[in-house]
């Protein structure tokens, strides 16, 4: 609770607080309020799905649940599915925090609809690494998912732009963080933040994420269950 819920807010503090309300980001239609208070509430958000999925997974694994689920009907695609939909509901708190953050220190002010789009874009794209935390829960062992899950976690965050805006990067680095599910998932709200629509690409390049990882994540399952 305390990683997913508070680690955000502190962290959109001690990056944006001292940060000008009006000075707009170099290459960007954005002020640094605005631009990590989106980043900093997805980031909460996949901490929330991310970590938390993994991990319970992997316990569940060495616990023997595998195999009671063995003795049932129920898919690979259902679980992945359910899993995803339980790890979605605890990011919705870390998403609304960082907002209230935003709004009561740096005096973020935005129209009733883009609250509205923002809560529902960042929440609905948390899915995306709610899968993947499935895929990793059941890729590596209970020993080893905390350290594989964190390199994955904080490796996305970074490249993605997550902690810094990814204009800070060279060129040829920016170039390889715009295909990160964590750029493209971020970008669905500063699209929204500068009165737009997420961009199709952004869009797309999310969806195609969520295939391979529920795909990925439905397989391993399978795959375990069969070992079971």
């Known amino acids: 609770m305390f990683f997913s819920i508070l680690y955000p807010a502190m962290l959109f503090l001690l990056i944006a607080g001292g940060a000008s309300e009006k000075e707009l ?6 002020t640094l309020p605005l631009l990590m208070m989106v980043s900093m509430a997805s980031f909460g958000a996949i901490t929330a799905v991310l970590v938390g999925n993994s991990e319970r ?3 569940e694994r060495e616990k023997g649940w595998v195999r009671q689920l063995r003795l049932t009907a129920l898919p690979g695609r259902g679980y ?3 899993k995803v939909a339980s790890a979605a509901v605890v990011s919705l708190p870390s998403i609304l925090v960082v907002f209230a953050v935003a709004v009561a220190v740096k005096n973020v002010r935005l129209d009733a609809w883009q609250w509205g ?3 529902g874009s960042i929440w609905a794209g948390s899915i995306v690494f709610a899968a993947l935390g499935v895929a990793l829960g059941y890729l590596v ?3 080893a998912v905390r350290p594989v899950t964190m390199i994955v ?9 997550l902690w810094m805006p990814t204009t800070t990067f060279p060129d040829w680095l920016q170039s390889v963080a ?3 599910p964590t750029y493209a998932y971020a970008a669905l709200g500063h699209a929204i933040e500068g009165g737009d629509a997420p961009h199709l690409k952004d869009v797309g390049l999310l969806l195609a994420y969520l295939v391979v990882f529920a795909g990925c994540a439905a397989w391993l399952y399978r795959k375990d269950t069969r070992k079971a």
């Open 25 to 30: 980001v170099e290459g960007t239609s954005l």
């Open 57 to 59: 997974i992997a316990k």
């Open 80 to 82: 992945v599915a359910a």
């Open 117 to 119: 789009a923002l809560t």
């Open 141 to 143: 062992s209970g020993d």
């Open 153 to 161: 976690y904080f490796a996305l965050s970074m490249l993605g732009g």
């Open 178 to 180: 715009k295909w990160t």
